[in-house]
């Protein structure tokens, strides 16, 4: 099943594993902004100077106070990127991938916030996808495919996509004991059943 939830968790349920997408990777957009941000400051004194001479050849056609308007207009864009910046760091801040004991949870958004979710007993297909971006910084996108109309979640820019991907199968089969790395935070601890997942919901589980 893939929806919202009106309760954060249910009966019983606990987070056995959290991370938030690749930094270097989920914040690539906000890396290029400060990247232009540094050349414009660096340019500036440049590009003034341009204007003084440039104004200075026109100034007997035409009065214009050219490079007091070149200045506001590149502080007036290093203003907006700097708030582009910052809304996308807290757009990466807000993305958050939890695996519970009983599904798969994807939320995201900042002003409009959405909760994805899929259970393990409906899980048909787990997918791996990284670009050469994607595989220098050890992360990737999981894709993960349901069982009811081809639902489907993605976990975009996860680290470590392959021990990730394990840790699913792991729930999926009701044998999961966990991992601790530095980019993610791992509560240890073993299926409240000894019974795999897909036997415990196998009377509920339709293709």
Known sequence: MIGKDRTEYHTREK??????PNFFIGTKSALIK???IILILYFSGTIIQLAVRLQNNIINMIQIPLVQWITII???II???????IWNLLAWNSTIYKLTNYRVIVKKGLIRKSKAFIHYEKIQDINITQ???????????ILIFGGHENTRIIMENVPNPDK????INDLIEGDYYGFED???RMIKSKPQSKRPIMERHSKKFKR
């Open 15 to 20: 987070v056995l594993f959290e991370t938030k």
């Open 34 to 36: 400060v990247i232009i």
């Open 74 to 76: 590149l502080y007036l």
């Open 79 to 85: 203003f907006l990127l700097v708030i582009w910046v």
């Open 131 to 141: 670009t050469i971006m994607e595989k220098i910084f050890s992360s990737g996108d």
């Open 164 to 167: 990730v991907e394990n840790m």
């Open 182 to 184: 530095e980019e993610s």
